[in-house]
């Protein structure tokens, strides 16, 4: 008697690659199927710095630095991430740390950067099964240490490395401030162009041209 071959578990590991600073490249081999979508995201967990911060919520929040969605294509994924953005004064930081002082916010950051790829999430145990039975079509499981939850019930696939990065401590040519950063998020309203006038003359019209009853001032008239 023959024995079905088993299934194997799905693959979604990836490497990290630091290409330029501030900027990773992001690449995984996979046996998921075509075109299927991959979500990277890098994060940093970040702690309060002050005691008194600590005492009230000492678990850490977190910001999302980069993220960008990709597609399988021949049982590969890539994508690359920019961690840093520039602030005003031409340094590079990262965004959690651009609003810092204007949010009145003290915080440790960690020494490492999350990397994150997830597959698209799937809403309820329906969907999650639709997926399990597409992969066992192609003798795949999917393996239950990948599955995590959310509070709301959501289920996605995520896989995740740490890696040592460091704050970035470069910088450029000041930037001009943007727009929406002055009045209240609309700039400059005197830079504004006015509207086009109509290229078409308008004329009145010599006597009333409506069925609406007259109006107590054209009585008055």
Known sequence: MLQSQPLQDIK?????????????????????PERSQVTVAAIRYLYPAQ?????????PTYAVLAYQPTEVKDGKWQTHLNLWETAPDGRFQENWQLDQVQLGLAL???????????LTPINGSDQLQQLENQLAKRRIQLSRRLIH?????????????????????ASTAPLSMRPEAMNGGWGNR??????????IQLELPKERRT??????EEFLR
Request: aromatic share 8%; no cysteine; glycine share 6%.
């Open 190 to 199: 005197f830079l504004i162009p006015s509207e086009r006038q109509n290229p």
């Open 12 to 32: 979604l590991n990836f490497t990290v690659e630091n290409q330029l600073p501030g900027v990773y490249a992001i690449a995984g081999n996979t046996n998921l």
């Open 211 to 216: 069925n609406a009853p007259a109006t107590s």
């Open 51 to 59: 005691p008194a911060s600590k005492n009230f919520n000492p678990n």
């Open 149 to 169: 939850g959310t509070a709301d019930g959501q289920q996605y696939v995520q896989v995740s490395q740490a890696l040592s990065i460091a704050l970035p401590t």
């Open 108 to 118: 440790k950051p960690a020494d490492t950067v999350v990397f994150l790829a997830m």
